[in-house]
């Protein structure tokens, strides 16, 4: 442990997290005890799990955005519970344990922050991201593997909009990037005409290829203006959701069998509206 970490004096409150943790790592052993344990926790794998591991990560997100901190607390406990479920499936075929996870993560971020367990002096965020940056590139470099590309360990599990920024930021560690945000206008403009061009020949995959295109290039726009895509798409949805379900009440009943121009002059009023 790194000098000035030890466990022994630890403040209570963290003693109290620390027996509230060993308690969940207890109460899922005893779960997926195959004699005592819940038939639906014992008949779970890595694979049927993952789902909910990927569910629980967005309900935190989702407490986050609203603002709920007492649903923040709930979702991060049910977090926690996809790290442990994971971990103790992993003890059961001899794999690793919780204690390696939380070894391996301590000893991560020790490393990437020697200015704060080390010697290194850093003066501000945007230099920790990049003296952070160059420790994940030394550690990627130190796996012994047989592809070096500058895009190994994206997950391909990513939601697509954060993969493909996360490849378009790896690709651009090693130079290969628009050089200003306004250098990919163009490129989303060409992506539109290609789109309309597929459209016209009735082609399936080629519709499909163009569309993906745009959006990839919509991505790189955002990166380029530091604006996380995932977000801002996420953004722009929920101002949708609002401002439809404002033309829904504003109509009622009506609603449905409202024509297209009607619809849209109710569009326009509620987005005057906010």
Not at 9 to 17: F, H, I, K, N
């Amino acid at each position: 442990m790194s000098e000035g970490l030890n466990a022994s004096s630890l403040p209570e409150q963290d003693v109290r997290a620390a027996k509230a943790f060993l308690l969940l790592v207890d109460i899922m052993a005893k779960l997926r005890d195959p004699r005592d344990g819940c038939p639906w926790d014992i008949a779970q794998t890595f694979e049927s799990i993952a789902p909910y591991t990927i569910e629980e990560a967005y309900e935190v997100a989702e407490a986050i955005a609203q603002g709920d901190r007492p649903a923040l607390c709930e979702e991060l406990g049910d977090l926690a519970l996809q790290v442990v479920y994971h971990a103790r499936m992993a003890e059961e075929e001899g794999a690793f344990t919780v204690a390696d996870v939380l070894d391996a993560i301590n000893a991560k971020m020790i490393r990437r922050h020697p200015h704060v367990f080390g010697d290194s002096v850093v003066r501000t965020a945007e230099e920790q991201t990049r003296n952070w940056e160059e420790v994940k590139a030394q550690e990627r470099a130190a796996k012994a593997a047989t592809d070096h590309s500058a895009l190994d360990g994206v997950a391909t599990a990513l939601p697509a909009l954060l993969r493909a920024q996360k490849i378009q930021s790896r690709a651009a560690r090693v130079g290969f990037d628009w050089r200003a945000a306004e250098d990919v206008v163009p490129k989303i403009h060409e992506e539109v005409e290609e789109i309309r061009e597929a459209v016209a020949t009735g082609d399936p995959d080629r519709i499909e290829d163009e569309v993906g295109d745009l959006l990839f290039a919509a991505v790189n726009l955002a990166r380029k203006l530091d604006i996380d895509a995932e977000g801002a798409l996420r953004r722009a949805t929920a101002k949708f959701e609002h401002r439809f379900r404002a033309m829904e009440e504003t109509a009622g009943d009506a609603f449905a069998s409202l024509d297209l121009d009607a619809k849209e002059r109710l569009w326009q009023q509620v987005k005057k509206q906010g």
